[in-house]
Every structure is written in C-alpha cells, then in structure tokens.
C-alpha cells in the first residue's frame, strides 16, 4: 500500500450529492484545493494535515482523521450503505409505517 493511502476510504457527497470515494490523501488534497471557500479555517487545517502527510510528517491515517472533520463540518459525509439498507428493510417491516 502508498504511503498516502487510506487503510479505509472516506465517502463524501460532491457537487449534486454524487458520492465519491477519497481513498488517499492526495484525493483528498485535491478535493480541498477544489473547495468553493479558500478561507474557510477547516479547509486549511485540512490542508496542513494532508501537506504534513504527504511530506511524511505524519501519517495518512491522521490526515484522514482531519480530512473526516473537515468532511463532517461541512455535511459531506455519505450516509454508510449498511445503514441505509438496514434503515429500508425496517422501515419496509415495520407495521405502522407506510
């Protein structure tokens, strides 16, 4: 495995909520650098995380820490799918429901 890679990837909602998969932390850098608010404090710190790690000041899995944050603060993340389903097959099962 790259250096940069993420042990696990980070799905996040873009543009028209298409969900894309960030699975290392130059994917990750670019989404950033992509970001519509370039002042945006979350945004740099992100920045920094993914920088130091791709220079090898620390480790992509901190990065990633950061980059979840970011992702987070800004109501990116994707729904996990597991959940989603469970989430249908009850609602599907459930009685008083419809």
Not at 8 to 14: A, D, E, F, G
Not at 75 to 95: C, F, M
Request: with cysteine; aromatic share 6%.
């Amino acid at each position: 495995m790259k250096p940069d890679m993420f042990e696990k990837p980070v799905t996040i909602l873009l543009g028209l909520g298409v969900p894309t998969e960030v699975n290392s932390v130059m994917r990750a850098y670019q989404i950033l650098m992509d970001w519509r608010n370039p002042t945006d404090p979350a945004r740099e710190l992100a920045l920094k995380a993914c920088r130091a790690a791709l220079s090898g000041d620390i480790e992509a899995h901190t990065a990633r820490a950061v980059f979840v944050t970011f992702a987070e603060k800004h109501d990116l993340l994707a729904p996990e799918t597991g959940i989603l389903v469970a989430q249908r097959s009850k609602r599907h099962s459930d009685p008083h429901s419809r």
